[in-house]
């Protein structure tokens, strides 16, 4: 038996035999590959945001015969609400698997109406476990139930053989012209950047475009001396984030070295400190430039 300490967090036990089984948050998948997995047998579970196929297809490229799945649920259901075994991985990278036993679960848009397999929706779940309120809050309680429903705030997928998958949340969706931009589809691309060690995608408000832009708040082992060195990197990572997505999911509002991203002991993001700070910093190069953010 070995543990395996993956910056400070412990992932799981390992088994003797060569056999390694992890529970890891998604910032952490890539940084695995320095703790000698690559001659054992891998299993990883992952979970607290959306994972990629493209974050796993980047792990496998180091550690080829390493399974990974996914599980998804809340403290207000109990918390699993779908998970899937190590046999049913084939061919659904980036899903968190179906329904668990006895779980109902529906796929609605803004306005509360059911949409069809393959399309976005909000999941609203019911089941015995789902929590019947929140503590001496009914305001949040009712904004969170419909009937016997559960509003999870997660942007789903379900795909014809039942499988789902994660696209975002509803309220940190980027709202850019007109168009939506998933936070987590820019994160995961730009975590699978050599440069990039921690990412947090979110949006900031241009008063004179009256729409937010996309900005990237990364952290970095490289050298940066200066406002120079982060123009560059600022320029580099703008360019190559350009080349692999649509027009209006490029990083408009700039790429934001940080010291770290602010999370959860889970591993969530904790967007609004970033924001505050984001913004007020933004506001703040707008005036002094005394011209609109170039898209």
């Given amino acids: 038996m070995r543990t395996v300490l993956i910056d400070s967090v412990v992932g799981m036990i390992t088994y003797p035999v060569g056999r390694t089984d992890l529970n890891i948050v998604v910032t952490l998948i890539l940084r695995t590959c320095c703790c000698g997995l690559s001659g054992c047998s891998v299993s990883i579970v992952s979970a607290a945001a959306p994972l990629s196929s493209e974050l796993i297809e980047a792990f496998k490229k180091r550690v080829p015969q390493a399974v990974i799945t996914q599980a998804y649920g809340l403290t207000e259901t109990s918390p699993l609400i779908t998970a899937f075994t190590t046999a049913e991985a084939a061919g659904h990278d980036g899903h968190i698997g179906p329904l668990l036993p006895s779980w109902e679960a529906r796929l609605v848009d803004l306005d509360g109406n059911d949409v069809p397999v393959g399309e976005r929706g909000e999941l609203w779940v019911r ?67 050599p440069k990039i060690t921690d990412v947090a995608v979110l949006g900031l408000y241009d008063k004179n475009q009256a729409t937010e832009l996309p900005a990237a708040f990364v952290t970095t082992d490289e050298k940066i001396n200066g406002p120079a060195d982060a123009a560059a990197f600022d320029k580099e990572i703008q360019a190559w984030v350009a080349g692999r997505v649509a027009k209006h999911k490029r990083l408009a509002g700039g790429v934001h070295i940080v010291d770290s991203v602010p999370k959860t002991p889970s591993g969530k993001i904790l967007r609004r400190f970033l924001r505050e700070k984001g913004q007020a910093d933004y506001d703040a190069k707008l005036a002094a430039s005394g011209v609109q953010a170039k898209l």
Avoid: C, S
């Fill in 127 to 193: 089941v015995a476990v789902v929590m019947t309120g929140y503590h001496k809050n009914p305001e949040a309680t009712a904004n969170a139930m419909h009937n016997e429903w559960f509003k999870t705030g997660d942007v789903v997928v379900v795909h014809p053989d039942g499988f789902l998958q994660v696209v975002d949340r509803v309220k940190e969706l980027i709202k850019f012209k007109g168009f939506q931009v998933p936070p987590a589809e820019l994160e995961a691309l730009l975590i699978t950047h």
